[in-house]
């Protein structure tokens, strides 16, 4: 229901609750100075139909959004590139969009462990399979 709430308010796009595909829960742990913070991550998938240019990102949560091509997202967590290509756009400090076209590392994403990539890539694998609406293409 979280997750729900927080697409209008941190995305800016009304989401129905069975529109999302749960991926499922994963725990996972952040270490920052003396602060540990242990906490669950409830996953979903969602098969968007809407360009990026709709998207409304609440800055204090957001810094910008971007997509890349799930099997080369795959290929990177699995460390057979070292690199990955995204497209997107991230706000400034005045809201503004900022297009973005460009190849990131690992220090470019939240710092979770490895193993939390590896639950949603096998979570999106599993949908994959199942799925007459989720594709390798997403």
Same mark, same amino acid.
């Given at each position: *229901? @979280? ?5 209008? #308010? !941190?995305? +800016?796009? &009304? ?37 990026? *240019? @709709? ?5 204090? #949560? !957001?810094? +910008?959004? &971007? ?37 990131? *590392? ?6 979770? #462990? ?25």
């Amino acid at each position: *229901d @979280d997750g729900r709430r927080e697409g209008p #308010e !941190v995305l +800016g796009l &009304v989401l129905a609750f069975d529109e999302l595909i749960p991926v499922g829960t994963i725990p996972y742990c952040m270490i920052k100075e003396n602060l540990i913070d242990k906490e669950r991550a409830h996953v979903f998938v969602y098969n968007n139909p809407y360009p990026l *240019d @709709d998207f409304k990102l609440q800055e204090e #949560e !957001v810094a +910008g959004i &971007v997509i890349t091509k799930f099997a080369d997202f795959r290929s990177f967590w699995q460390g057979e590139i070292h690199s990955l290509q995204i497209n997107g756009f991230k706000v400034d400090s005045n809201g503004q969009k900022i297009n973005i076209q460009q190849s990131v *590392d690992r220090t470019h994403f939240v710092p979770h #462990e490895a193993a939390y990539f590896t639950r949603i890539i096998e979570g999106i694998e599993a949908i994959i399979l199942t799925s007459t609406i989720v594709t390798e293409d997403i």
